[in-house]
């Protein structure tokens, strides 16, 4: 699991918008999944590839890639 603050959205999109992800934690395996199961990170988004996502405004609570 890799955790990033403020990260530009441009290369996580398709259409290269670029806006802040103020936290990104990318997911890289099964064992990630089991660990952020056990932290409450309150509201977050969780974003697939980026593909067909229109993004328009600065992503403020934690972001699941």
Known sequence: MRISNSV??????SF???????TL???QS??????????DYGQVTILGGGS???LTDDIKVPLFL
């Open 25 to 27: 934690i990318e997911i």
């Open 8 to 13: 530009s959205s441009k290369e996580y999109n």
């Open 30 to 39: 099964k064992e990630d999944i089991s660990y952020i199961k056990d932290v």
């Open 52 to 54: 067909n996502v229109l």
């Open 16 to 22: 290269g918008v670029d806006v802040q992800f103020d």
